[in-house]
Structure formats: C-alpha cells, structure tokens
T-cell receptor
Framework: RKEVEQDPGPFNVPEGATVAFNCTYS??????FFWYRQDCRKEPKLLMS???SGNEDGRFTAQLNRASQYISLLIRDSKLSDSATYLC?????????FGPGTSLSVIP | SQTIHQWPATLVQPVGSPLSLECTVE??????LYWYRQAAGRGLQLLFY??????ISSEVPQNLSASRPQDRQFILSSKKLLLSDSGFYLC???????????FGPGTRLTVT
C-alpha cells in the first residue's frame, strides 16, 4: 500500500460545480499537510496548507481528519482555470511524500 | 521575496552522455534543497535532498548524483545517461524539513 493515495480521476465537472478530492495517508506520525496544483507540463505550485481546524482560501476549503487519516480539498464554483492536477503532500520528520495527484477538468 | 531558478529549461542528450543541471535560490539563506523527477504521466519521485552545504541525502539509488557547493546552489549530475533518465526534473526549496516546498520551473530532459 502506498503511503499517500489519491483517486487519479479524471474528475470532469461543469463550470460552477462544487468538487471535492480526498487524500488518504497511512502513517499516523504524519505532521504537516499541503495541497499543490500542477498544470500540464509545469511545476507544482502550493495551493494551501492544511490545518487541523480546517482552513479556507476563497473558493478552496481544506480539511484534515487525523482520526481517519485523510485530508480533503473542496473547490466551490469551479472555474475553467481550475483545470489541473491536484497533489496532496504529507510530511513527517525528515520525509516528504507527494501523492500521485487527482486530475480535474472543468468543462464549459 | 524568494525565487528559484533552474536551467536549462529543456535538454536533449544522447545515451551515455554526461548531465549537469543547476538550481539556485535567491532571497533566503540556508534553505533545504530538493531534486525530484517526474516521468511522463507519473507522480513526483524524490531523488536527493540537502539540509546544508556538502550534505546530501539520496532517496533512490541510481546513476545520478547531487552536490551542494554553495548555500543556495544545488547541482544534479550524471556521468552516463540512460534512456530511463528521461523526465521532468524539478528543484525545490523549503525553510526546513516538513515545511511547504517551492518549486523551480523544471528541466525537461529527453535522453535519445
């Protein structure tokens, strides 16, 4: 079993829809959590950190559930420009693990 | 503000040739530095990371090596490239282990 798992998708949603991604991690010692987005043939860019109490940045909401060992990303009012691959990242001590990513296509 | 540079942006090299990719960071001191590879359609694979000058940790044994000759410079090298070395090479920095990482624009390497 991989340490960080994501549904690869693709998720195809219409503009304006709400979409949610989950990411599960297997090591309970994991400490920090992040969401990145990666556009085709570009570098990953930090979207947001994920805090225990949950956090929101505009249309994006991130949640952490330590008991069930997953993090989630909710995107409201999807835009065409949200089309990308979303990577979850889990860190513990000196290890950083990137998930394989979830592909999102927002359709006009 | 901090910026991270990588060059070249693209590279086509024959099998058996040497490789040198360079990454530099500006606007911060003593960053943690990372090299990743992403094969086509695949996830990120951590190759090396460094917490300081001359300190390199290897995550995956292979024909690649890394060096950190200066605080904000990280170099990825190979003496003889293999076809399987093709991919998108990304350098990243972070303030410390466990903190968010920031990526450079990457080098797309094709080994022919």
């Amino acid at each position: 079993r991989k340490e960080v798992e994501q549904d690869p998708g693709p998720f195809n949603v219409p503009e304006g829809a709400t979409v949610a991604f989950n990411c599960t991690y297997s090591n309970s010692a994991s400490q920090s959590f992040f969401w990145y987005r990666q556009d085709c043939r570009k570098e990953p860019k930090l979207l947001m950190s994920v805090y225990s109490s949950g956090n929101e940045d505009g249309r994006f909401t991130a949640q952490l559930n330590r008991a069930s060992q997953y993090i989630s990303l909710l995107i409201r009012d999807s835009k065409l420009s949200d089309s990308a691959t979303y990577l979850c990242v889990v860190t513990r001590r000196d290890k950083v693990i990137f998930g394989p990513g979830t592909s999102l296509s927002v359709i006009p | 503000s901090q910026t991270i540079h990588q060059w070249p942006a693209t590279l086509v090299q024959p099998v058996g040739s040497p490789l040198s990719l360079e990454c530099t960071v500006e606007g911060t001191s003593n960053p943690n530095l990372y090299w990743y590879r992403q094969a086509a359609g695949r996830g990120l694979q951590l190759l090396f990371y460094s917490v300081g000058i001359g300190q390199i940790s290897s995550e995956v044994p292979q024909n690649l090596s890394a060096s950190r000759p200066q605080d904000r410079q990280f170099i990825l090298s190979s003496k003889k490239l293999l076809l399987s070395d093709s991919g998108f090479y990304l350098c990243a920095w972070s303030r410390d282990l466990g903190y968010e990482q920031y990526f450079g624009p990457g080098t797309r390497l094709t080994v022919t």
